[in-house]
């Protein structure tokens, strides 16, 4: 067991490492949609690329979620083989949102000889995920657009 400043220490030096190892600009928060975001997660046992579809206004977020599943042959057949779609996912905090994620399992932020495995596993999802979205970013965009 680490102590708080330890695994804060691990965690840091973490991202520090992934980002030497892939040194780009990832698209993440920058979709040019509200609440419409790509992330990376990485903990003790498990390992996330993540599209949170969060907007305040449930319609709206009823409504990526739905262009998302009507593209989601496309997602899995071309790009994300296993990615999962839950339309509603609860955060810790109770927020709800929907969520399109790709997991790896059986790893651990805290063990460096996982974090090769990890970095390939975020390169390679992340960088196809972004693919899609520039791929369907206008139909994504546009709310008039009916799925």
Request: with cysteine.
């Amino acid at each position: 067991m680490f102590s708080k400043e330890e695994a804060q220490r691990i965690k840091r030096e973490f991202w520090i490492e992934f980002a030497q190892a892939y040194p780009r600009k990832w698209l993440l928060h920058k979709t040019k949609i509200k609440d419409f975001a790509f992330k990376f997660y990485c903990d003790n046992k498990k390992a996330f690329v993540l599209l949170d579809i969060e907007p305040r206004d449930p319609e709206k977020r009823k409504i990526y979620f739905e262009k998302m599943e009507s593209l989601k042959t496309i997602l899995l057949e071309e790009y994300l083989a296993d990615a999962i779609f839950e339309k509603d996912f609860y955060l810790e905090n109770g927020k709800l949102i929907s969520r399109i994620w790709i997991e790896l399992t059986g790893i651990s932020i805290n063990n460096r000889n996982s974090w090769p495995e990890i970095f390939d596993f975020f390169n390679k999802n992340m960088a196809a995920f972004e693919l899609f979205f520039y791929e369907y970013e206008e139909y994504l965009k546009d709310l008039e657009i009916n799925t």
